[in-house]
C-alpha cells in the first residue's frame, strides 16, 4: 500500500519561507494527479495546488506568486515551496495523490497525515 509521507512544517515569522516535502512509500505505476491541500479548524479542508499527468500545474488565487510547487520523477517526491508567508496561511498542510499501485488496475486517491504551517511574529 502506498502511504504519502510529509515532512517541512513548522513556525515561521510573517514574510518567511518554508518548503514542505511529500514523498510516497511503496511501488507506483501510474501518477494521475499530485497536490497539496490545507486546512484551519473552522474551515473545510482547501484547496492550495496540483499538477496532474501532462505537466499542468494549477494554484489557488491565495497563493499565486508565493507558493511554487514542483516534483522530483525520479523518485515521485513533490515540494511545497512556500514563500512571503503570511499568517492566514497557517494551517495543517497535507499532501495528496490519485495514482495507481503497482499490480493493480484501480486509481486510488491517498493523503500524507499532515504537517502543521505556523506564521506568527
Known amino acids: 500500500q502506498v502511504l504519502l509521507v510529509e515532512s517541512g512544517g513548522g513556525l515561521v515569522q510573517p514574510g518567511g519561507s518554508l518548503r514542505l516535502t511529500c514523498t510516497p512509500s511503496?511501488?507506483?505505476?501510474?501518477?494521475?494527479?499530485m497536490g497539496w491541500y490545507r486546512q484551519t479548524p473552522n474551515k473545510r479542508r482547501e484547496f492550495v495546488t496540483n499538477i496532474i499527468s501532462d505537466g499542468t500545474t494549477t494554484y489557488a488565487d491565495s497563493v499565486k506568486g508565493r507558493f511554487t510547487f514542483s516534483r522530483d520523477n525520479l523518485n515521485n517526491t513533490h515540494y511545497l515551496q512556500m514563500n512571503s508567508l503570511k499568517p492566514e496561511d497557517t494551517a495543517v498542510y497535507y499532501c495528496?495523490?490519485?495514482?495507481?499501485?503497482?499490480?493493480?488496475?484501480?486509481?486510488?486517491?491517498?493523503w500524507g497525515q499532515g504537517t502543521q504551517v505556523t506564521v506568527s511574529s
Open positions: 511503496g511501488t507506483i505505476f501510474k501518477i494521475y494527479t
Open positions: 495528496h495523490s490519485a495514482l495507481v499501485e503497482a499490480g493493480s488496475s484501480a486509481t486510488t486517491i491517498h
